[in-house]
Nanobody
Framework: QVQLVESGGGLVQAGGSLRLSCAAS????????MGWFRRAPGKEREFVGV????????SMSDSVKGRFTISRDNAKNTVYVQMNSLKPEDTAVYYC????????????WGQGTPVTVSS
């Protein structure tokens, strides 16, 4: 079955950096757009960004644009989000999700990895 497993979360001071990884299995990874989402305590899930199946296009939310970058390694079936200049408001559980190319809905989700940014 399809599995998405996030890792790399933790505690970091404001202004610091983290890189999250999401390892995928059970799907043809190169045929999926990969998205990152987050849910902060007491808030709705928020879109962070997405990288398209070929890796040549990514779209980031305004709240993280210029600070976060998504990349992927299709040979390793892994997608990453590099998070720089972290702020306390970036504290959330971060999830990766897979969307089959040319479709609009995410079919598969990971279990999430927590990120806490201290001020």
């Amino acid at each position: 079955q399809v599995q998405l497993v996030e890792s790399g979360g933790g505690l970091v001071q404001a202004g610091g950096s983290l890189r999250l990884s999401c390892a995928a299995s059970g799907l043809t990874f190169s045929m999926y757009d990969m998205g990152w989402f987050r849910r902060a305590p007491g808030k709705e899930r928020e879109f962070v960004g997405v990288i398209m199946w070929r890796g040549d296009t990514q779209s980031m939310s305004d709240s993280v644009k210029g600070r976060f970058t998504i990349s992927r390694d299709n040979a390793k079936n892994t997608v990453y989000v590099q998070m720089n200049s972290l702020k306390p408001e970036d504290t959330a559980v971060y999830y990766c999700a897979a969307r089959q190319r040319f479709t609009s809905s995410y079919s598969y989700w990971g279990q999430g990895t927590p990120v806490t940014v201290s001020s």
